[in-house]
């Protein structure tokens, strides 16, 4: 059994001042893996404290020390890889084909932030003022359960970069993954402050990083309902935030695309990260006279998708992380139903035939894909966070670009089309932060963030780093 009592302060671990502990729960069995114990309101504060005495220093090195130190905590991260794809399989329930690209993912966070770091220009010329970007102050980092060691490197790296330090607040979902994360970090030797970790609860370490004056700066991942919690408690003391929140992403296949290719791909980004993902193409668009040979194909593709033990080499989907999650994708499966959407494939309950019987106590959703849907409807309307994927059609290019913008999300949008300048055209009319075209993969120079309810801010590259900077300019320098 995994018992943690500790947090990360100052360079050390110390044991929790908190009392509550925390179950760990397999999602695959729902069975204890252990427990951990919560940090309290003290444990927050010292852990500010520490981040607070460390900025001193750490705001005035340079950029060669900066980058020495992200390459360092490169290379002790991924001297941890295979421990940390572990307890992404044991404790979040990723499939094992999977987790350790996603431990390499985190990993390689550091190495984009140093990219980014490389070519900063920390003082400008605008007007006749000369601009330096100084590091902002003490950053709360505050991260969900669906890729946590991904986005505790990505904004501490960031945070590292600019000069800034941090105090990161997982989710307490993550701690086995945390711990690993952590020791591996720590063996990076940064000066003591620089980063600190305290698992903890959102209403509670949360809101004390979201309330406490010492604090700079918030990088929260996570629903758009908790973003706007944080954005209300952060303006009382000007905290900036960047705040990467919900998405209920469209995926247009127009007429011209390559079916063949198109289908499967729009499977493998609806059902990434077993669906727990903000950025899944969850909203399929296609012509209105294709429907019936989309159906059919998407029913044959996903019938042949693996749902199951994560330990088996040919597994995509694993459980969901929680009974809690699991739960919500039921209701969200049930409305679809009752709201009259067809059920192409899937639906309610766990899948047939898992294997071993244990797994049948598990998380495991049959992925579910929705037909003849309006737009209206909850599934076309709200984030899932499940294998769900939910059909819409149009009849006209205009009427794919209305559908996927009729939406409080804005942060991805997919299009499958050979001709590049109608996929451009589309593009440029979509209102998200980010559209891949044809499958084009993820870019971490590119800025990644939403628009409208999807957030504030964008994240990776320039404009990242530039989030955890404030600009001073000086005039008659
Ligand atoms: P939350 O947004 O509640 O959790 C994300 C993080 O915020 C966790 O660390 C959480 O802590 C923390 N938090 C919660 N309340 C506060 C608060 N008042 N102040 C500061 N921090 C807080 O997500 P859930 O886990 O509840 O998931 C619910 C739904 O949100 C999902 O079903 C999905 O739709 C969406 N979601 C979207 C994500 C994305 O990447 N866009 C990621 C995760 C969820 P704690 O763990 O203690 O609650």
Redesign the pocket.
Known sequence: MVNITTHYINGQFVESKGQEKFGLINPSSNQLLGHVTLGNVEDTQDAIAAAKAAFKTFSTTTREERLDWLQRLYDALKARAQPLSEAMVEEFGAPVKKSPIAAAFSTDEFLHVKKALSNFNFVREMGNAKVIFEPLGVTAV??????NALFICRKMGTAIAAGCTTVI?????SAIQTQVLVEALHEAGLPPGVFNVVV????VV??E??RHPDVAKIS????T???K??AK?AVDTMKRVTL????KSANIILDDADFAKAIPLAIMNAFLNNG???NAGTRLLVPEDRLDEVKKSIKHAVEQVKVGNCLDEDTFIGPLVSRK?YE?VQGYIKSGVEEGAELVTGGLGHPQGLSPKSLEEGNFVRPTVFANVTRNMRIAQE???GPVLSILTYKTDEEAIEIANDSIYGLYAYISSSDMERANRIASQLQVGRVSINGAPHDTGAPFGGFKQSGIGREYGEIGLEAYLEPKAILGS
């Open positions: 505050i991260t969900p359960w669906n890729s607040k997982p989710s307490e979902m903890g609860r959102g209403d949360g809101a990083l979201t929260f991942t996570g629903s309902a908790t973003g919690t944080i408690g990467e929140l919900g998405g727990e993902a903000c999650q919500r984030e899932i966070f």
